[in-house]
């Protein structure tokens, strides 16, 4: 069984930047299609940024232009490059494996935590 750890995270201020790595304990090639999802406190969890085993990359309207989602299959790991962080980019990040085929399983990861505060 795959697991996801989140690493990263932190305070940074507005404007800032933060780059979160999610590695996988096994291997996640192109039949995983990879994600990011953010939880903020009193709200429900949100797609954050997607990436397809073959490199197609999807985001929420929230962080277009500011956020970058990328993976390295050699390494098993995707991340998530955050730029311009705002103090609404605070909330509890993570990583999300699904298989792409049969039987699709799906796996989360413990969540990092990102504060963006001055």
């Not at 507005?14 to 939880?39: E, F, K, T, V």
């Amino acid at each position: 069984q795959v697991q996801l750890v989140e690493s990263g995270g932190g305070l940074v201020q507005p404007g800032g930047s933060l780059r979160l790595s999610c590695a996988a304990s096994g291997n996640i090639d192109n039949r995983y299609a990879m994600a990011w999802h953010r939880q903020a406190p009193g709200k429900q969890r949100e797609l954050v940024a997607g990436i397809t085993g073959a490199g197609r990359t999807n985001y929420a309207d929230s962080v277009k232009g500011r956020f970058t989602i990328s993976r390295d299959n050699a390494k098993n790991t995707v991340y998530l490059q955050m730029n311009s962080l705002k103090p609404d980019d605070t909330a509890v990040y993570y990583c999300y494996a699904r298989l792409s085929q049969a039987p699709y399983s799906s796996i989360w990861g413990q969540g990092t935590q990102v504060t963006v505060s001055s």
